[in-house]
């Protein structure tokens, strides 16, 4: 007997949960979310940070969701995320005190729509920045910006934006390679990141930063295979083509405007409402049953916002899998992604060194300190981080947000963000995790200190880090704590990412929308999108533009 | 005085923090299996860290044994990077699952192969079975002095002098040396390892001698297992928590109300 | 092999309250087996605690009299219990999980030659062969173990409240004489002074706030000591401060006001945890108590799980807000 019923029903209320929630909606059907925590949007939060006073993301931040067909599809402008965009983009300052800046060479023209415009005078800007450390790269960086433009650009838009095409019918990028004047080759799909980075940069500059930018955007080690589609995004990390974008208010406000959107639509979203079991009849998904024994039926579909291995070991069972399936959940690989991240609230902004002659470092959103040094990078980075936590040289990510979002601290006050990668959460117990986050937070500040002088303890107000097993304990999908639900490289990238048949389960009206699956983790990627699609295809539903 | 040569006993033991989510019991096979990573049982911690206080006035020399089924030498080596000189593992498929008469019996065996000791320090208990029988039984086995429940150690003049926790409050005892003692957590934490420290020493090769049990005698006879008859999850403890939400300001207008309440 | 044997503990002169449950058992078991209950009264002059031993109507009560035995001197009590047992051949040893029993019976288990187990929550026999089934909590409680030992005599000690405490009866016991073989030689540790201090008792406090591994900095106690003063004032009951075992580990606490299963097992009514995750080590000791508040930045740990209410807050944020509210 059911005590509800729903057209759809989504388990769980993260991130791909919110986007999902009124594509359904809108296509007419009647949507209740079900999510284990008191709150909505998975990653995509923003809390008192790191104390109230201060606004921080807890989990996810560099986000471009102007860019996602959401942004436009529900107006989410006008349901409050409202995006500031300057005009630096990623800068990466050295230990000898030359730094570099990317400037945006497509700068948004239109903030509502998210319209952009290459931006020639930001292209001739990065050019002279690149110019410092290789006239060869220089000369890259403007042959790849024009391949970017005329043939990248789109082909990454809509491999985002489409569902994967099945083994043997080339993707659009896979496509792309086939062309021999885009500059991407089908072998490229098997090379490590170290191999990606020295193949397109001759200067260890942009080999570091290229390097490092693998683990920002896909937590992808210097060993690791990224694919296609992550050497795509972070080659544009290392040249700054998109416009940086500060969304008002934290990451949190983008699942406020989905939320928003939603309700209109709609949608019923039940907090504090941790599913079971997913019920089902014949192999076919007929509702869910919560954890204080309520039963919800689902009259068409439901969609499971979760990793495969909570979907089927735990939310289907064991019993009811096939062993092949239970083989790939049970060794779906979790390790990597797992970070140092927090918010440090601080009396002043840092005042690099660099900032003498290149003063712009002192206000870009992505900014990192760094060695320089590639060996180190290359080879005992990540070795030093599985066995130690930590490594002996770091490469910090700070993000100055609170200078274009003054909403997020205090009157007079700054706040940053910072990152720095470690291991997974079972390399190390409790104890160990709390005076390792107490050191990293002291080497912070040693290391900030060395880069910019005025960064010493005394001008930090307040700080909280988060360790992989503060994300452990909190996001069930999110095992060891890395914040990509999983390693992005290798076989979980790309159409294998997940188990066989995508978005599509083998468990008939059940349908995928994680970063577990096609898509990939990180704010805006495109798997709930694209799970959409294939509940549009099958249920005819009337299809996204 | 001579540099006291120092002999800590310390356990490998799943993380006692791990939340019980991590903790199964099977019931079928009789075992408790816990999802986290390995440690150095808390109160061995603390046995070693009175050691290295010992080594830091007198010098000598601290030799950790740690013994089971399978060590791990990344968790042990840690005891090095806090100031131990040596790591000594007692390694053997039979020294799974023993009694604790058993245990003792091979560390006895380990620490007469070793010949020269002054002291030796072990946890009370241990943290995953907490049965506190191990370092009371060695001393026995040694027919050395034993002092229980050490909050602080010294030695001088040939002796070790402890004070002891009892329930009125401590009290100094004295032994003749060689002796063995087990250390209370009033001690004091063990010292924390700078990464970079320990970063060195993981990378280092170093010498870690194996024992198994055809290096201490070969007397599977005396070996025994510990007969576990049935295995049962707990009673649950969990109780409906309410969540006080809202700003701080809410949380604590409503946290006093809940205070107040009990009046 | 025809008797179970205890050994009585007291404080003051006073027989301990888990002795009296001991008493309960043996006799439980005594009868089960169809064999008597003895117990035993270590020390130097013990007439008058035999005697009230006497009432409880066990079989027989042994008077374990020598100088060497005045006041607790572990070795002197091994040496001579080793004597007893020796003399007597006990088929089961039971003591009481406390401070004399967790030193006195491993030692004397060693001497025997025979395995003990520690700790036991229940005790029961095996139908078959009558052997002691011992049942103890494992990995902090996280799992119960039904355990049986080889040797003789079977050895145990249990964890207070395992049993009710006996009753007196009218019969009285028979008392037997016993000068154990023990001389200067057995004392290997030398006592050099026993020195008192001012110990807190958190068993007698209506509420106590403890801290834990997430209080930061020592002085932050003094938060908890405010807030202490300011629940007692609104409320006017006692309330005491506690901690959880990281803090006595950095020396910033001392024993005595440890919670949990190492320190003292409590059940206030109401308990405030600050900073506590939950390890259940620390749990075992303050799971009864009869209201239960965490405060915590990890909404999913385990405190949460076992309290009434729960505050996801920085106590450094929260405990100034709550002091003036409990005082506004």
Redesign the interface.
Known sequence: MSDKAYDALIIGGGHHGTIIAPYLAKAGLKVGVFER??HLGGGAVTE?LP??GFRGNFCAHFTRFYGHPAYKDFNLRQEGLEYTFPDTNEAIIFDDQTSYIAYAAFTVVDPVTGETKFNEENVKKTYEQILQFSKTDAQTYLDLTEKYRTKWRAAFHKHRYSPSTPWGVPDVLEELCLDPTSGLDISMQYMTAKHVARYFFESDELRILTLRGFLTSWGVFPDDVPGLNIILATIHLTLGWETAAIAKGGTGSITSALVSAGKKLGVEYHINSEVQKLLMDNNRATGIKLMDGTEIMAKQLVVSDNASPQLFLRLIGEDRISQDIKRMARTYQFDRGELFWGTVGVHELPQYKAAKNNPDVNATPRTYFAPKDLAFMEDKYMH?IF????P?KMFILTAPDSIWDRSRVPEGKHSLHVEEFTCPA???????W???TE?FVDVLFETWAEYAPNMTKDNLIVQRITNPI?IQ??HLDMKEGGWCEGNCSGIQNGRFRGTPGGHRTPVKALYQCSSGTYGGPGIGRGSSYNCFKAIAEDFKLPMPK | MKEPQIIVCAKQIPDPEAPFSNVTVNVEKKQVLVDAPDVISPYDENALEAAIRIKEELGGKITVLSMGRKVSDTVLRKTIAAGADALILLEDPLFEGLESNSVAYVLSCAIKKIVAYDLVLTGRQAGDWDSGQVGLILAEMLDIPCISMARSIKIHDGAVVVEKTVPVGYEVVEAGLPALVTVSNEVGELRYVARSKMLGLLRRPMPIPKWGLKDLGDNAERLKKVQLMELAPPADMGRACTIIEGSTDEQAARLAAVLKELR | MSEILLLVESKDGVLDKKTLELIRGASGLGKELGIGASAVVVGNQTAQLAEEVASFGLAKVYKLEHPLLEGFKPDAWVGALEWLCKQIAPRIVLMSHSFVGKEVAPRLACRLNTELTTDCLALKIDPNDGALVRTKPIYGGNAIAALRCEGLPQMVTVRKNAFEPAEQVTAKSDIFDMAPAIDESILRVKSIKTVPEQVVELDKANVVISGGRGIVDKDDFQMLTDLAAAISKALGNVVMIGCSRPVVDKCWMTSDRQVGLTGTIIAPDAYVAVGISGAIQHLVGMIRSKKIVAINTDPSCNMFKVADYGVVADYKDLIPALLKKLEG
């Open positions: 925590l008191d008192d104390s109230p030093e066995l130690g936590g930590m002996s079972r390399i190390f117990s409790r104890k160990e709390k005076q390792l050191e503060d304990d909190t």
